[in-house]
């Protein structure tokens, strides 16, 4: 079982539509979870960064973490043909040897105008 | 505020040659890491600099390898390349070891013939 799993897509949505993204994974450890945002021919650019579990939002963009569950999730509401992107899911341990991230695969996410 | 900067963007090398990738993190950011990615695997950590000292390391073999300078900058070498090594290489900054989050550059794209 890989360590971080993320729907592999595509995903094809009309434009203000309301996307829903999600990673699970298997280690208890992790306490960082970021949304990273990757264009073509570019590097992943981070949307949304969160500590321990909860919610935070920042605009159109809301990323959930549930510990308990080993569960995260990035929503974006009133979706934009600007959002169509690889969304990749990211996490890690943290503190001193524990920095790398563990990435999930990425869902392609195509907003039809 | 300048972000990472990866140099070259694209390359091109022969198997059994060697290279090396260059990458200027973010003013002030101390803390440096390499990631490869491909279609298959996806996002995999290489390794973590943070004064002029690796930190971390993934699992890959020992044709991988880096350094860091006084000044945070740093370079990945890889040498008897192999077709496998074709990929993107990305370098990803933090403020410090085990820092989150991590903000990347656009990446080196390595093709090998």
């Known amino acids: 079982q890989k360590e971080v799993e993320q729907d592999p897509g595509p995903l094809s949505v009309p434009e203000g539509a309301i996307v829903s993204l999600n990673c699970t994974y298997s280690?208890?450890?992790?306490?960082?979870f970021m949304w990273y945002r990757q264009y073509s021919r570019k590097g992943p650019e981070l949307l949304m960064y969160?500590?321990?579990?909860g919610n935070k939002e920042d605009g159109r963009f809301t990323a959930q973490v549930d510990k308990s569950s080993k569960y995260i999730s990035l929503f974006i509401r009133d979706s934009q043909p600007s959002d169509s992107a690889t969304y990749l899911c990211?996490?890690?341990?943290?503190?001193?040897?524990?920095?790398?991230?563990?990435f999930g695969k990425g869902i392609t996410l195509s907003v039809r105008p | 505020k300048a972000g990472v900067t990866q140099t070259p963007r694209y390359l091109i090398k022969t198997r059994g040659q060697q290279v090396t990738l260059s990458c200027s993190p973010i003013?002030?950011?101390?803390?440096v890491s390499w990631y490869q990615q491909t279609p298959g695997q996806g996002l995999q950590f290489l390794f973590e600099?943070?004064?002029?000292?690796?930190?971390n390391k993934g699992n890959f073999p020992g044709r991988f390898s880096g350094r860091q300078f006084s000044n945070s900058r740093s370079e990945m070498n890889v040498s008897t390349l192999e077709l496998g090594d074709s990929a993107l290489y990305l370098c990803?900054?933090?403020?410090?070891?085990?820092?989150?989050?991590?903000?990347f550059g656009d990446g080196t794209r390595l093709s090998i013939l």
């Open positions: 990803a900054s933090s403020s410090g070891p085990g820092n989150q989050p991590q903000h």
């Open positions: 280690n208890s450890a992790f306490q960082y």
């Open positions: 969160t500590y321990s579990s």
């Open positions: 990211a996490m890690s341990r943290g503190g001193g040897a524990n920095s790398k991230l563990t």
């Open positions: 003013s002030g950011h101390r803390s």
């Open positions: 600099y943070f004064s002029e000292t690796q930190r």
